[in-house]
């Protein structure tokens, strides 16, 4: 369905051939409309209505960006993925784990590429580390927040508030590069959620001065 397919679009890896043709056939209406976009946009919109109709400016984050963001909220500093070959013979990675404090919580998973393996290694650690029945829970595994503000309480608080100091090319597959992304990607979110409460406010006053 289209609902689907914009929710769960990164589950799916359609061969480029089909881009290709779909870019083939807005090319050919656009020199057949004699390069008249308007004309050209009103059947693309007509062929793809059905997906327009389902876009929403409330769409749900892919499961990387899903995990990372829970992980960065629950306070938790040391996960990371992993990439492996499921046959030495291939010579490339195409396998993706998840590693929790040392522990593999899910993997290796294999798909048909290593973004859709990465996808799908994430959205099975979510529902896993979020399920404090699992042996392998976050709750379980994590002390990341609990040793540091037993420790020092203080160093704890500075290490939250100043978390800006990152290097400048970082990778998940490191749990510094991990947590940093992770910060940052739940730094964005707060952001946004706090423009669109701006912006609601705003509507609502203007209405009143209207009323």
């Known amino acids: ?29 656009l020199v057949d409309t004699r390069f ?11 062929v793809i209505s059905d997906v327009l109709e389902a876009l929403t400016t409330d769409l749900p984050r892919d499961p990387v960006s899903e995990l990372m963001v829970w992980a960065a909220a629950a306070g938790c500093r040391r996960i990371s993925f992993q990439k492996t070959q499921s046959n030495p013979d291939l010579r490339r990675n195409d396998s993706v784990s998840v590693v929790v404090h040392d522990v593999v919580v899910v993997g290796p998973i294999t798909a048909t590429n290593l973004s859709l393996s990465k996808g799908l290694a994430a959205e099975r650690a979510r529902t896993v580390l979020a399920d404090p029945t699992f042996d392998k ?47 940052q990607k739940l730094l964005d ?15 609502v006053v203007d209405m009143d001065v209207e009323e």
């Open 36 to 46: 008249d976009f308007e004309k050209t946009a009103v059947i693309v919109e007509a």
């Open 189 to 203: 979110g707060e952001a946004e959620s706090a423009q669109d409460h701006d912006e609601y406010d705003d509507d």
């Open 1 to 29: 369905s289209p609902e689907d397919t914009i929710s769960k679009g990164w589950k799916y890896d359609p061969p480029k051939a089909l881009s290709d043709v779909l870019e083939s056939i807005v090319g050919a209406v």
């Open 137 to 183: 829970s976050l709750e379980k595994l994590c002390d990341c927040v609990r040793d540091l503000v037993v420790a020092v309480p203080e160093v704890a608080e500075a290490i939250v508030a100043d978390d800006t100091t990152a290097p400048l090319k970082l990778t998940d597959e490191t749990e510094e590069g991990f947590a940093a992304i992770a910060k």
